[in-house]
């Protein structure tokens, strides 16, 4: 089993950066398909990036692709995410998943298995 705490959320203003991170524990983390999402009030949870167990693949929501970066430190059992260039509709509640039973990135909710709390990202006009 994989446990996720992600952290790193807060206010920035549009145009600025924030770097989000999740801390995950479990044997399995360095085998494990990274994940991050998001969601705001009344809406489904989307998917923004994603990456294989080795760092070597990497998928983008066509929303955020060239703006965020998703990045992992096996050896440190964490993943991060780099926003770059933030707008306001980049606000929303981000969530770190993993999936251990797959190679490939998954864009669906149902392709991952764990999930963080959460960590608030509110970006202002």
């Known amino acids: 089993q994989v446990q996720l705490v992600e952290s790193g959320g807060g206010l920035v203003q549009a145009g600025g950066s924030l770097r989000l991170s999740c801390a995950a524990s479990?044997?399995?983390?360095?085998?494990?398909?990274m994940g991050w999402f998001r969601q705001v009030p009344g809406k489904e949870r989307e998917f923004a990036g994603g990456?294989?167990?080795?760092?070597?693949?990497?998928r983008y929501a066509d929303s955020v692709k060239g703006r965020f970066t998703i990045s992992r430190d096996n050896a440190k059992n964490m993943v991060y995410l780099q926003m770059n260039s933030l707008k306001p509709e980049d606000t929303a509640v981000y969530y770190c998943?993993?999936?251990?039973?797959?190679?490939?990135?998954?864009?669906?909710?149902?392709?991952?298995?764990?999930w963080g709390q959460g960590t608030q990202v509110t970006v202002s006009s």
């Open positions: 998943a993993a999936s251990e039973r797959t190679y490939v990135v998954g864009m669906l909710l149902r392709n991952y298995d764990y």
């Open positions: 479990g044997r399995s983390f360095s085998r494990a398909v």
């Open positions: 990456i294989s167990w080795s760092g070597d693949s990497t």
